[in-house]
């Protein structure tokens, strides 16, 4: 699982899994779940088809997130974990087949997904902790990779 330090890191996560891939050469499958803070609707979601097979995205709402950032002190440390533990449990959940597919939400593109999503900016992280503020205003089309 991997918490997403801004909403652009969304279309990264296919490079991200074949890089996984490429450096875990005996695993027969790569599972991931990227983190999503600050979204309008909490739960999972995932690209359609063989492009985004073992990948998994799952949105904490903006009450999450501020609520966890809000706590202070072990608090906050508490319901952040209580929250991701969650996210966790829902794809592990998902993979093992143990709920269905149904209750994911499923984009024809990593394009599609990212543009679903409220954006947002966690911040330096080699400087200070994480701390996710939403983008305002136009978006701006990302790079081609």
């Known amino acids: 699982a991997r918490v997403v330090n801004s909403s652009r890191e969304i279309l990264a996560a296919i490079r991200l899994r074949n890089a996984l891939k490429a450096a875990l050469p005996e695993a027969s499958e790569i599972f991931l779940l990227l983190i999503l803070d600050l979204q309008e609707t909490s739960g999972l979601s995932a690209v359609a088809g063989e492009f985004g097979r073992g990948v998994l995205f799952y949105s904490m709402t903006e009450a999450e997130t501020l609520a966890a950032m809000q706590a202070g002190g072990d608090a906050s440390f508490r319901c ?29 593109s990593l ?35």
């Not at 939403?134 to 701006?140: C, D, I, P, R």
């Open 80 to 108: 952040t974990s209580e929250n991701y533990s969650r996210a966790i449990a829902a794809a592990i959940r998902c993979w093992s087949g143990d709920s269905p597919m149904s209750e994911v939400r499923v984009y024809a």
């Open 111 to 145: 394009r599609e997904l990212a543009a679903s999503c409220v954006h947002f900016d966690g911040g330096n992280a080699a400087k200070e902790l994480f701390t996710p503020k939403k983008f305002y205003g136009q978006a701006l089309p990302a790079p081609r990779s």
